[in-house]
């Protein structure tokens, strides 16, 4: 797997939220509250949020960095 393969599925939305839906069952399965498991899906969501953001813009220097050489 090649790294923009990689990259392209961390900053996948449907990744995050399947991952955040995940949880949020664990949370609720094995006895947590529902305040928790939203605030828990809330927590990954803006994680990934930022993750996103992070590799936008590394692919974004890369790229204006490969440009000026």
């Known amino acids: 797997m090649k790294k923009e393969d990689?990259?392209?599925k961390l900053t996948s939305r449907k990744l995050w939220v399947a991952i955040a839906a995940f949880v949020s069952?664990?949370?609720l399965a094995f006895g947590?509250?529902?305040s928790t498991?939203?605030?828990?899906?809330?927590?990954?969501?803006?994680?990934?949020?930022?993750?996103?953001?992070?590799?936008?813009?590394?692919l974004t220097?890369?790229?204006?960095?490969?440009?000026e050489e």
């Open 6 to 8: 990689i990259i392209r």
């Open 61 to 67: 220097d890369a790229a204006r960095n490969e440009r």
């Open 32 to 34: 947590g509250n529902e």
């Open 37 to 58: 498991a939203t605030t828990v899906s809330g927590v990954i969501l803006q994680g990934a949020a930022v993750i996103g953001y992070l590799f936008a813009e590394g």
């Open 25 to 27: 069952g664990l949370i």
